[in-house]
Structure formats: structure tokens, C-alpha cells
């Protein structure tokens, strides 16, 4: 996806900045027609799936949406909808001529608005407890320092909707060994599969199938992970070998590239500072205070994360976590992509953290989202820069990674793979087109 960097052509541009995208893909489609530079070529060829994309990823109408406000908590009025749409509260985008709504902008006013919380029709009970549970090994694991591990089963799974071609191509994810997680094993698939290598950086089960019969694919798996607990002297930091750890040290197009903005809000952090960790913990501490908590629509919409969080600050876990890896490396501290599950007792969903080597210490976990997130218990933001808990299902170990075979068209995520990818013989399948699911099924401390 290295081509996002192309900057679009003027006109489409312009279409796009009015919410014109008819006339935008028909600008489009004209100028395929005459001479381009490649990259801006396979931009353009991009933009006409990304245009389809964002339309998806913009469903509701403004009488939906206020419907779905409605049901979601006490009292709320069409003057109170009006309200919040004028102030911008509301995540929404003008498509041709029309205001539409994001997928989750409900869940987003509520990181804009706390104070919404208290309004909500219906609590999440399950996530009040699953944090709950979180927060008591985190104090467990801050007082004895001594790391447990766990065995857990998990399902992950995706159903179809609807489909016109012959047969379905599916990868799922799984988890990977290395790291902190000991051994894998899978349990069951719903169909023949091939697995990929214990160790690869986006691992995965891949299976096909008839169409006309078969709508759902799944796999059980078992895995063990330990939590890290990290004993890091900063004074002792010394500078990583730069040829051993090229792969993590250097830009990678087009969400980790070293911009003159990126290099300039490194400088501005960072300051005259030259240990490695306290050059890290300044980033992290920066992202953790300035860079708000918010859902993103899917990563393929954006041209460059990295920069969008430091622009507009706001960001979920993977645009903070590429955030970090930018500056990081900016400034010569080798930083890698973590990502797959938070995966708890209760429940699972896709949560993405990041590595960085401190010589001589290793790999230190560093998550950004869940430090951000507790900011204002110091100790719970003190733990996610050097540990981790082990609340975790990791199949991820490199962002922009190839799946095991090769998809035939773009994938729905095309840097990461946490819920898995589907398509048909003829096509890609939308979002709205198939159902994933992230299951735990067991969850036991075994050490």
C-alpha cells in the first residue's frame, strides 16, 4: 500500500474536500484513461475501492442515526441531535450531497462526551467486569513481579450474509508462537485447512469452500502466554546495533515514514535528551496525555495514520501504537507492531501494542491505548510502559505483513489481521456482506 503516499490528483481531490464523490470517480476514470506515473496509477485504481469502502463505512442517514441515539439513551431529542451535529460531536461525512453517519459514531460520542455514559439505556456490565478482573492482576503482578501464565481456548469465526459467487476463500487468525506465547494448538476447523508457520508475522488458517453450502467458517485454538514483567535501569541503556535491527529502525510506506512533521514533533518531545528510554518514555507519556481515545473507520481510509493522530489527536490502539513506532524510530530506537486480541475471560476484540528493543533488556512491551486510558491511576500508566498482562491473543508480529496464500483482491484490512479475511472467486466481499466473531472459550492460569 506503499502508492498511499502518492498524493491524489488536484481535481479529485477538490471533488472529494465537497463531498462530490460521483464526480470524483468519474475524474477518476478519465484521467486512467491517459498517461500516469505508476504509483499514482495504482492510487487512483485504489481510490475507486476506497471511495466504495467509505460509503460502507458511513451507512446511517440522519433520521437512522438519530434513531439509533434514541434507543441508546434516556431522553434524547431531535434538538439534542441537532446540537451535537452542528457542534461536530457526531462522526459524519457530506457524500454526495447527503450527511451520513459512521458505523460506530454512537460508541465514538462517548469518548467525546463522558458524560453521555450516564444516560445509557443499557450498561455493559461485561466490560465493567472484564476491567475489573484486568485491574486486580495488574496490582497482583505490580506487587510480586513474578509473571503467571495462562491457557487459553478461543474460537475465531466469520459468517457470510449474502453471496452470488462459487466458492469462498477464508483466512482466519490464530495465534502465533514467540515471544510470550509458549506453544499453539489447534483444536478444530470447520473446514480442511492449511496453517501457517508457528512463527510467521500474521498468522493465520486458511480454508475454501462451496458457497452454495457452506456460510461459516471457524477455528478453536489453545494457546499458553505469559505476562512480561520488565526490570529496566535507564541508566544502563545502552546504543542498539543498528545493523542487527534495520527491519525496525526504518520508515515503512505509508503510515511510518519520517516526515518533516514526524521528525519535528520527535525534536519537540523529546528535547536534548539522548537515553533511549526516556526518549521513549517521553513519546509515550505524550501520546498517553494528548492523543484522545477514539474508534477509527478501517485503516484503509487513511493515508497516513501515523501523522493523522499527530494532527488531529484522537486515535485507537493501532493508530497510537504506529504513533510510537514512527517517533521511536525517528530517533533510533528499534520498534515493532504486537497486535491480535485483548483477550479476557469474558469476551475478546481486536487490540493492537507495540515492542521496542533497549539494549541491553530486549523487547519491552510499550501499549499506548491502555496506558492512555488509565492515566489517572499513575501506577496502571507506569505498568504498560515495560509490561504487559496476559490478556492476550497474539497472531500478530509485523504490520503490512502477506497472508499464506496471498488474497487475489485487496484485503478488508491491509496491514493488519485480527478478525480474519474473506472472499469469494469474483470479488472482494464488503463489511456488510459477512460477520466476524472473537470467542473465548476457556481462560485458566496454569502458573
Not at 499514482?40 to 433520521?63: C, F, G, M, Q
Not at 459512521?102 to 469518548?111: G, S, Y
Not at 542498539?240 to 514526524?262: C, N, Q, T, W
Amino acid at each position: 500500500m506503499e502508492f498511499l503516499a502518492a498524493q491524489l490528483p488536484e481535481k479529485i481531490s477538490y471533488f472529494e474536500s465537497t463531498g462530490d464523490y460521483k464526480s470524483a470517480l468519474e475524474e477518476i476514470e478519465q484521467q486512467l484513461e491517459n498517461y500516469l506515473p505508476s504509483l499514482v496509477k495504482k492510487r487512483l485504481l485504489w481510490e475507486k475501492e476506497r471511495i466504495l469502502r467509505l460509503k460502507d463505512n458511513y451507512p446511517y442517514t440522519s433520521a437512522k442515526a438519530f434513531d439509533v441515539l434514541s434507543d441508546a439513551f434516556v431522553d434524547f431529542s431531535r434538538e439534542e441531535f441537532g446540537s451535537l451535529s452542528d457542534a461536530k460531536k457526531l462522526d459524519s461525512i457530506v457524500f454526495d450531497g447527503e450527511e451520513r453517519f459512521e458505523r460506530r459514531f454512537d460508541k465514538n460520542l462517548l469518548f467525546v462526551m463522558p458524560e453521555y455514559e450516564n444516560r445509557l439505556k443499557k450498561k455493559d456490565t461485561d466490560r465493567e467486569e472484564t476491567r475489573a478482573s484486568l485491574h486486580r492482576e495488574i496490582d497482583r503482578l505490580i506487587s510480586d513481579r513474578r509473571p503467571a501464565k495462562y491457557k487459553i481456548i478461543a474460537r475465531s469465526s466469520i459468517a457470510v450474509r449474502r453471496s452470488e459467487g462459487s466458492f469462498f476463500r477464508c483466512w482466519l487468525p490464530v495465534s502465533r508462537i514467540g515471544d510470550q506465547v509458549s506453544s499453539t494448538r489447534i483444536i478444530k476447523t470447520s473446514h480442511s485447512c492449511f496453517l501457517s508457520p508457528d512463527a510467521y508475522p500474521q498468522r493465520t488458517v486458511y480454508m475454501e469452500a462451496d458457497s452454495k453450502h457452506d456460510t461459516l467458517f471457524s477455528v478453536d485454538f489453545e494457546y499458553e502466554i505469559s505476562e512480561i514483567s520488565s526490570s529496566v535501569n535507564p541508566y544502563e541503556c545502552t546504543e542498539p546495533d543498528g545493523k542487527r535491527f534495520r527491519s525496525y529502525l526504518g520508515e515503512r510506506a505509508p503510515h511510518i515514514v519520517f516526515s518533516p512533521l514526524m521528525k519535528s514533533l520527535a525534536k519537540e518531545i523529546a528535547g536534548v535528551e539522548s537515553n533511549a528510554y526516556f526518549i521513549a518514555k517521553s513519546f509515550y507519556n505524550w501520546i498517553c496525555e494528548n492523543v484522545k481515545y477514539t474508534f477509527m473507520s478501517e485503516y484503509a481510509l487513511y493515508s497516513n495514520l501515523s501523522e493523522f493522530a499527530a494532527i488531529n489527536l484522537r486515535g485507537d490502539c493501532g493508530v497510537k501504537a504506529l504513533l510510537f513506532i514512527t517517533l521511536c524510530r525517528i530517533k533510533g530506537i528499534p520498534a515493532r507492531w504486537q497486535s491480535g486480541w485483548f483477550a479476557a475471560p469474558k469476551g475478546a476484540s481486536p487490540h493492537d501494542w507495540v515492542l521496542i528493543w533497549l539494549e541491553p533488556f530486549g523487547w519491552i512491551p510499550v501499549d499506548c491505548s491502555f496506558g492512555g486510558s488509565r492515566k489517572d491511576i499513575p501506577a496502571y500508566k507506569e505498568f504498560y510502559f515495560g509490561n504487559l498482562d496476559a490478556f492476550r491473543m497474539i497472531s500478530n508480529s509485523a504490520f503490512m505483513s502477506p497472508l499464506i496464500p496471498a488474497k487475489k483482491f485487496y484485503r478488508s484490512d491491509p496491514f493488519d489481521n485480527q478478525v480474519g479475511e474473506i472472499e469469494m472467486d469474483s470479488r472482494a466481499l464488503r463489511s456488510y456482506e459477512r460477520d466476524y466473531s472473537l470467542e473465548i472459550l476457556s481462560f485458566e492460569r496454569v502458573l
